[in-house]
């Protein structure tokens, strides 16, 4: 295997790793978010907390998408790559 292709793969497995990380994370995250009606300025704390929570779980989503895009197109380039030191 050329070096440039095992330089790919070991991004891309660190890219995996990172992935895999952020779902746990984000699986945490939602362990914690709770569906409720807030009926009394006492529990307004309650809300605001959730409301965290829903947010770093948004921006959680948002750095998925993103990884996910730049892991598929380096799949893309790793297989593209050993096709053509295989075949070619």
Same mark, same amino acid.
């Given at each position: 295997?050329?070096?440039? !292709?095992?330089?790919?793969?070991?991004? +891309? &497995?660190?890219?995996? $790793?990172?992935?895999?990380? $952020? !779902?746990?994370?984000?699986?945490?995250?939602?362990?914690?978010?709770?569906?409720?009606? &807030? =009926?009394?300025?006492?529990?307004?704390?309650? +809300?605001? +907390?959730?409301? /965290?929570?829903?947010?770093?779980?948004?921006?959680? #989503?948002?750095?998925?998408?993103? !990884?996910?895009? /730049?892991?598929?197109? !380096? =799949?893309?380039? $790793? $297989? #593209? =790559?050993?096709? &053509? &030191? +295989?075949?070619?």
């Amino acid at each position: 295997m050329s070096n440039v !292709l095992m330089g790919l793969v070991v991004v +891309e &497995v660190v890219l995996t $790793i990172i992935g895999l990380a $952020i !779902l746990m994370w984000r699986g945490l995250l939602g362990m914690k978010e709770d569906d409720h009606l &807030v =009926l009394s300025k006492a529990e307004a704390h309650l +809300e605001r +907390e959730q409301q /965290a929570i829903r947010h770093r779980s948004d921006t959680l #989503g948002k750095y998925l998408s993103k !990884l996910g895009i /730049a892991w598929g197109a !380096l =799949l893309a380039a $790793i $297989i #593209g =790559l050993w096709f &053509v &030191v +295989e075949f070619l």
